[in-house]
């Protein structure tokens, strides 16, 4: 089974920059799609971002289209997500998830790291 962790989170300003890695162990990485999944306080967690395997098709969240980045690296077990021209609606706690396919679903959660955008 595959496990999940992440990090780069922090507390930034409006039109700052973060990226977030998903390192990952146990298991074959490149055999899974990887997501990004984000939840505000108070909100249900929703979808961010999703790579597929080995060819990089991504997937974004229209919110996020043209701002951030989803990226893999197999040789290092480890999923990015490279977030630009942040806003304060961007804060939440973001997880990483594997699946199996882009579209899910995504058995396979980390803990969480939480981005704070300050105006």
């Known amino acids: 089974q595959i496990q999940l962790v992440e990090s780069g989170g922090g507390l930034v300003q409006t039109g700052d920059s973060l990226r977030l890695s998903c390192a990952a162990s146990?298991?074959?990485?490149?055999?899974?799609?990887m997501g990004w999944f984000r939840q505000a306080p108070g909100k249900e967690r929703v979808f961010v971002a999703a790579?597929?395997?080995?060819?990089?098709?991504?997937r974004y969240a229209d919110s996020v289209k043209g701002r951030f980045t989803i990226s893999r690296d197999n040789a290092k077990s480890t999923v990015y997500l490279q977030m630009n021209s942040l806003k304060p609606e961007d804060t939440a706690v973001y997880y990483c998830?594997?699946?199996?396919?882009?579209?899910?679903?995504?058995?396979?959660w980390g803990q969480g790291t939480q981005v704070t955008v300050s105006s």
């Open positions: 146990g298991d074959n990485f490149s055999t899974y799609s």
């Open positions: 790579i597929t395997k080995i060819n990089n098709i991504t």
């Open positions: 998830a594997a699946g199996r396919a882009l579209q899910g679903p995504y058995p396979y």
